[in-house]
């Protein structure tokens, strides 16, 4: 009976650090712990299929909606490809106590993990791997871990969608429980399509700005940074001439108040909202002339952009490289700076 109390402590020790060793006392080697089974599914909540149907159905334009989804099929994709599993002490600085990574290739797994008994806050992060413009970082603690985004002032779109989930395990003796881990996203993505059927153009660049910086995911906040970065719109290929359109995936805008974090939330209509009174998030659009004048069109959107949320905006482009944005979209507003100059600007080609 002796060697068995000794190897349960042992198994108990060697788990991670910061566990609480069975008792040497009990012959039972249940008391260092148990298989926890816990399921995980992908919730894509998002109006994605809704934006495209509207856009074919008021544009008639096939090839615009073919490009896009084919661009965005990795990231509105409930589908995890890579999931991170952390499970955390509820009490002191909240240290991390197990860690585990798996190639999930699913919309939803099961996994039966070792755990010794007691109460986690468990964390789980899918698709980091291959997002290019955010990282997972802080993970050793639960407040510290977050999905970070680069700190370059130009960045490139999220190339992935960005999954999350927290909740409390609690493991008790002989329950035998499956827990159910639902994950949701947490980026989203936005469209700007150009008429350019009437302008002469060498060269143009699009960014787009007022986006948050980090993800938390202890409290399910967005963080932002006081000077938000460019993020570099990618050209998506419409084959249609007279027609361009830039695309962008990043982390949520601001909501309609000023605070530099955001909780997520659930409503029944989750991409509904007022409009605010001054822009929350903006397309500027570099448009180079043929005498080599720069032109500065910058399209702000009084509406926010939410986790899981996809937005197209359309504008024209006239002959001195001004836009105008679309009639039917009035929660954009337009200003315009001719002959615009900026050191060390570098023109991208068409």
């Not at 993990?113 to 980091?128: E, F, K, T």
């Amino acid at each position: 009976m002796r060697f068995r109390s000794i190897v349960c402590l042992f198994l108990g020790m060697a788990l991670a650090v910061g566990f609480s060793a069975c008792s040497i006392i009990d012959d039972d080697l249940s008391d260092c712990g148990e298989d926890v089974k816990l399921h995980y599914d992908l919730h894509l909540v998002t109006n994605l299929s809704i934006e495209l149907q509207n856009e074919l159905d008021r544009r008639a334009d096939a090839n615009l909606v073919k490009a896009l989804k084919d661009y965005l099929a990795p990231v509105f994709n409930d589908y995890a490809r890579d999931l991170d599993l952390s499970f955390y002490d509820t009490q002191g600085i909240f240290a991390r106590l197990h860690h585990e990574q798996h190639q999930m290739e699913a919309n939803e797994m099961s996994y039966t993990i070792y755990l010794p008994r007691r109460q986690y806050r468990h964390m789980a992060v899918a698709n980091v791997t291959g997002n290019g413009a955010v990282a997972f970082e802080g993970s050793d603690f639960a407040q510290t871990s977050q999905l970070r985004l680069s700190q370059d002032d130009n960045v490139a779109p999220h190339k992935t969608g960005l999954f999350t989930a927290r909740q409390m395990v609690q493991l008790e003796n002989g329950a035998n429980k499956t827990h159910y881990i639902h994950m949701y996203m947490v980026n989203c993505g936005a469209a700007l399509v150009l008429d350019t059927s009437e302008a002469t153009l060498n060269a143009l660049k699009v960014v787009a700005n007022g986006f948050a910086t980090q993800f938390n995911i202890a409290d399910s906040t967005y963080v932002f940074a006081d000077k938000s970065p460019d993020v570099v719109a990618d050209r998506v290929d419409t084959k249609k001439d007279g027609q361009l359109c830039y695309c962008t995936v990043n982390f949520p805008s601001r909501e309609l108040t000023t605070v530099n974090t955001r909780e997520i939330f659930d409503t029944e209509e989750p991409f509904l909202s007022a409009d605010a009174k001054e822009p929350l998030w903006e397309f500027r659009v570099y448009a180079t002339l043929p005498d080599g004048k720069v032109t500065e069109s910058v399209l702000g959107v009084r509406k926010p952009l939410r986790a899981g949320q996809f937005k197209i905006l359309h504008a024209k482009v006239y002959a001195n490289g001004s836009l105008v944005p679309d009639p039917d979209e009035p929660e954009v507003a337009v200003s315009i700076t001719l002959d615009w100059k900026e050191a060390g600007h570098h023109e991208v080609p068409l």
